[in-house]
């Protein structure tokens, strides 16, 4: 089987949307017609368990130009596009084996379709595909010459496969790139996830108490941006410098179990599990709104919620679930807990992806030209390629930046001159 996806009649409407996420994409476009050019990819296989969205649609389309043999699997059951599916199967040649809602056996079968492909390099949004290599298929882990992971999640997973000696791959960690996680998780999901929130439910966030869980770059930006509409943001943090940080940027910071009882919408983006529990629902105000945008649907405790719901109305709006408590107070739960932004809207905006996935693409052709010098452990990404992709981004919004004058470069480098 080649692909497995919804429906290929919806290709025409796919492609239009990948192109026009393509024009926010100059960076991306710029190495697609390098790669283009050179043929650096010539013949290797990669598998790319990411979300099936138009931007990600624009990567696999440059490995593609670059010569590679590309299969593209989902990274979250709910996340794909079906329509860019199709239009990648029909329009562009990618085998691609995604549906957007599959269950847990079809994602892992899907998973396992990227694996039979045979791959040389993989690229992962939350290390479940390497995971599956690692558990079930270590035979053909040991033919991948690099492995590149999109998100703090993934990287969080095989940093703790590294410190166990049990990494049978090199990683390049994209996510730890500041040319990914300052702009990606900021803006990219500060921005998407009020679009994912508004979307399943039209509120008004203007005068709500909204409590966001985690501080981190995917929290602040969350955080920022709720602001802006004009919402009373609580904070809620584990790590005393970035509960400071938060206090600073001027937001309330308190205790979820204070925040449970006051918050309006409830948002976690920790990467952490059971941030809003038992103890925190039976406090929460009738209509409280909750969702998550961080990697796993595990940040909100939906079992303690079933089981605490003396009734659940599924759907009453798309992507919202009604739970009545014992004290006949609702909860609504938005897109079943999986991350809303790319649940309930389209994801990150093109021109963020732009970074994240040009960085993806330059590191796959450094691992091509490299791999025989690389080890089983996780890297970051070369320097000199995070500072390509800043200086051609800021090219392509026709900004010009001071460059260092060499008597500062000098000074710069050197300690002889003080008070
Ligand atoms: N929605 C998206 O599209 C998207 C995009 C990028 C990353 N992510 C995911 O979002 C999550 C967060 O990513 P990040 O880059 O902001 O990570 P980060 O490490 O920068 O921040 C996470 C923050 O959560 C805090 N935290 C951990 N446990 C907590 C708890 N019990 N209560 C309160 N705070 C707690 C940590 O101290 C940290 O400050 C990850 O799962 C990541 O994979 C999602």
Redesign the pocket.
Known sequence: MKHDITNLKLAPAGKKRIEWAEQDMPVLSEIRQKFAKAKTLKGLKVSACL?VTCETANLVRTLKAGGADVLLCASNPLSTQDDVAAALVKDYGIKVFARCGENRQVYYKHLQAAIAHQPEITMDD?ADLLSLLHTKYQKQALNIKGSME?????V?RLKALEKENRLLVPIIAI?DAKTK?LF???Y??GQ??LDGIIRATDILLAGKNVVV?????????FAMRARGMGANVIV????PV?AIEAAMDGFRVMK?DQAAGIGDLFC?????L??IAKNHFVKMKDGAIVCN????DV?IDIKALTTLAKKIRKNVRNFVDEYTLPNRRRIYLLGEGR????AAAE??PASVMDMSFSTQALATEYVVKNYKKLLNKVYYVPQDIENWIAKTKLKSMGISIDQLTSEQKKYLESWEIGT
């Open positions: 979300h939350g999109e998100t703090t999640t993934g969080i996510n996680n990606d998780n900021r990219g999901t998407s996830t869980a985690g501080y981190g770059w995917c929290g602040r930006g809620t943090e584990v790590d970035k979820m976690t983006l920790t990467g952490d059971k941030i945008s961080g990697h796993f940040e991350l809303i932004n790319l994801g990150h």
